[in-house]
Nanobody, 123 residues
Framework: QLQLVESGGGLVQPGGSLRLSCVGS????????IGWFRQAPGKEREGVSC???????TNYADSVKGRFTISRDNANTVYLQMNSLKPEDTGVYYC?????????????????WGQGTQVTVSS
């Protein structure tokens, strides 16, 4: 049973950077495609970025292209490097996983999800 834990959130000023981590345990994470999502208060959850199983493909929401970078190591961690942060990036960030997922179609409640990490961008 795969378990996911996010970390790295916090309070940062506009223009600052954060690196989020999504650590998997209970199963080899390389087999899983990982999506990062965020949810701001009063808004629907939105997809931010995705990296495919085995890391061959990535994609990004238009709102974060050129500012966020998703990557994965050879162990059990996927990262989301967030630069040039804006107040509208504020929200709870979640990672989700599905085996043999190549970032086509959206991850949902039947997939594995972490508990989330809060990101607040404010001066």
């Amino acid at each position: 049973q795969l378990q996911l834990v996010e970390s790295g959130g916090g309070l940062v000023q506009p223009g600052g950077s954060l690196r989020l981590s999504c650590v998997g345990s209970g199963s080899a994470l390389n087999y899983y495609g990982i999506g990062w999502f965020r949810q701001a208060p009063g808004k629907e959850r939105e997809g931010v970025s995705c990296i495919s199983s085995f890391g061959g493909a990535t994609n990004y929401a238009d709102s974060v292209k050129g500012r966020f970078t998703i990557s994965r190591d050879n162990a059990n961690t996927v990262y989301l490097q967030m630069n040039s942060l804006k107040p509208e990036d504020t929200g709870v960030y979640y990672c989700a996983a599905r085996a043999y997922y190549y970032c086509s179609g959206s991850l949902g409640p039947n997939d594995y999800w972490g508990q989330g990490t809060q990101v607040t961008v404010s001066s």
